[in-house]
Nanobody, 121 residues
Framework: VQLQASGGGLVQAGGYLRLSCTAS????????TGWFRQAPGKEREFVAA????????YYADSVKGRFTISRDNAKNTVYLQMNSLKPEDTAVYYC???????????????WGQGTLVTVSS
């Protein structure tokens, strides 16, 4: 599975962005997908995950209620809608895919290249 993340950019605090993760290669609809982020000088952290069917989702406490993960398997794409953005959301965001559904980045076998989100105060 090859993943391409896009949609990052510069936004003011309180604003919104929608990230996309588009897959090619093997049957993407068989894979759970997660979003992770890494801020400068910090470790990679879990943001959100969605099961292969889209029937289950899971969020980090820091984004719960502000971010929404969804998927369109017909388009081989997973989305991360980010609302009410805060400066602390600034990071490079990565999407990842794996046959298993979970929040640990170590379990994910396939990774996109990352897209930078910058939230100004």
């Amino acid at each position: 599975v090859q993943l391409q993340a896009s949609g990052g950019g510069l936004v003011q605090a309180g604003g919104y962005l929608r990230l996309s993760c588009t897959a090619s290669g093997r049957t993407f609809s068989s894979y759970a997908t997660g979003w992770f982020r890494q801020a400068p000088g910090k470790e990679r952290e879990f943001v959100a995950a969605i099961s292969w069917s889209g029937g289950s989702t899971y969020y980090a406490d820091s984004v719960k209620g502000r971010f929404t993960i969804s998927r369109d398997n017909a388009k081989n794409t997973v989305y991360l809608q980010m609302n009410s953005l805060k400066p602390e959301d600034t990071a490079v965001y990565y999407c990842a895919a794996d046959l298993a559904y979970g929040s640990s980045w170590e379990q994910y076998d396939y990774w996109g290249q990352g897209t930078l989100v910058t939230v100004s105060s």
